[in-house]
């Protein structure tokens, strides 16, 4: 699939690692994750636009650039609060909206339980921080959820993403690039990611 960006880097493979071992604390699984965000950053700042502008060196007046588009990170409510920091510093002039969202484990379903995002969702470039993306329920109902509020230039960046999520994801939103820091094999019976990193909320905020 086209949009599908797997982002090859050694140092992703590294802190993957630490997020994946069982034994890793949290204040670590935290730092890797940041770390790895900061590339996906990266990664999806190609994505951006600019305009030109002139910049004053000590020695002369040259071209410089702006991003030209108000860009708006939409956290996944609690997951993907874990990767908004390295975003903003990456990106400082953001706004961020939150959006909650809960999936049932029982039935895999997920469920909107809160929404607040800035204005003009419609001309913004809207980044969605989730670090899984397993069955594609979540993403999929953030992406329904976003559209029906005006967005239409978005872009979605996680850790791990499973092909069934991958599938689904690009059946029902194929226009939407999918940046990932890795493909992983498939999902268990219970929807969870194999091999995975476990559950990304309770190993960020301790509440295994
Ligand atoms: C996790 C994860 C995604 C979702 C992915 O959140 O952060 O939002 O599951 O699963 P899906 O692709 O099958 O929908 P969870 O519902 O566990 O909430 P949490 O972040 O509050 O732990
Ligand atoms: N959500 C997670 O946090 N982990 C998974 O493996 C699947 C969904």
């Keep these: 699939m086209s949009n599908l960006h797997i982002i090859e880097n050694p140092l992703i493979k590294r802190d993957l690692t630490y997020l994946r071992d069982k034994n890793t604390k949290e204040y670590q699984f935290r730092l890797a ?3 790895i965000s900061f590339i996906l950053a990266a990664e999806i700042g190609k994505e951006l636009s600019v305009t030109e502008t002139t910049v004053e060196t000590p020695l002369e007046t040259t ?3 702006k991003i030209a588009q108000q ?14 920091s ?21 039935t895999l379903k997920a469920r909107t339980y809160y929404f607040k995002t800035p204005k003009n969702l ?12 397993a069955t594609g329920g979540s993403a999929t109902a953030v992406f329904n ?20 999520g991958i ?15 890795v493909k992983d094999r498939q999902l268990n019976e219970r929807g969870y990611i194999l091999p995975g990193l476990g559950d990304a909320g309770d190993r960020t905020f301790g509440t295994l």
């Design 33 to 35: 994750l940041k770390r």
């Design 63 to 65: 071209t410089g650039y």
């Design 71 to 84: 860009i708006v990170l939409i956290p996944v409510l609690r997951a993907g609060l874990s990767m908004v």
């Design 86 to 106: 390295a975003f903003i510093e990456m990106i400082p002039q953001a706004k961020v909206g939150h959006i909650g969202m809960e999936r049932d484990e029982e």
């Design 122 to 133: 419609d001309q913004s470039k809207v980044i969605v921080l989730d670090p899984m993306l």
């Design 145 to 164: 959820f976003l559209k029906e509020n005006g967005a239409n230039d978005c872009v979605f960046a996680c850790l791990i993403a499973a092909p069934e």
């Design 167 to 181: 599938a689904k994801l690009a059946a029902e939103h194929p226009e939407i690039p999918v940046y990932t820091a």
